[in-house]
């Protein structure tokens, strides 16, 4: 299996067009608009709970296998699985953030490390639930 595709749920809004520092991009609310006829399966989540966003890191090209965290040349080399670079073999990124509000098919949430218009691959809850 080469190739594994995948068409996106929905795509991000908030004030940041490329990558920032992440600790300013997670502190500021985003809006994670889901296509219209997925809405119905938003039932069940709650404002206040931690829920994780997949997504697709469409700005990043390109890998290397060691990687200097947050590319800070004078911390050591690490394994690309052992961060949170956006440049992967894999371009997909993920985060646990907080849910604020659903309203309709908007996703109001907080903690989200993803530029503008990065395309949301899934969302799931961040811990387990009881059925």
Do not use: W
Request: charged content about 20%; hydrophobic content about 35%; overall charge negative.
């Amino acid at each position: 299996m080469d190739q594994i595709c995948y068409r996106p749920i929905g795509h991000v809004e908030n004030e940041y067009p490329e990558p920032g520092p992440p600790d300013a991009m997670q502190e500021v609310e985003s809006r994670i608009i889901l296509r219209p006829e997925l809405t119905t399966g938003l039932q069940g989540l709650v404002a206040g709970q931690p829920i994780m966003v997949i997504f697709h890191l469409h700005l990043s090209r390109g890998y290397e296998l060691l990687q200097h965290p947050r590319g800070d040349v004078s911390q050591p080399l690490r394994g690309v699985f052992a961060l949170r670079s956006p440049h992967r073999p894999n371009p997909i990124g993920v985060s646990v953030v907080e849910l604020l509000a659903v309203e309709g098919n908007v996703l109001r949430v907080r903690g989200l490390d993803a530029v503008n218009s990065t395309p949301v691959l899934d969302i799931k809850p961040a811990e387990p639930k009881e059925i």
